[in-house]
């Protein structure tokens, strides 16, 4: 379940990158993982979990 921050960075993500949000939020994932942020990493990979979501349920 997602928490309103959570659900607020998704909105602003589809807002912003449009059907791309989903790369975006996997380029931070890497961008924190090649900073050593791990905690970080792992929510931006949430993040882009939601949104894959969101795309399949969309498409259904």
Request: proline share 0%; net charge positive.
């Amino acid at each position: 379940m997602m928490n309103h921050a959570h659900t607020k960075v998704v909105e602003a993500l589809v807002f912003v990158h449009g059907c791309r949000a989903e790369d975006e939020a996997a380029r931070q994932a890497l961008v924190c993982e090649s900073a050593g942020e791990a905690e970080f990493a792992k929510t931006w990979r949430k993040v882009q979990e939601s949104l894959k979501a969101r795309r399949l349920k969309k498409a259904a």
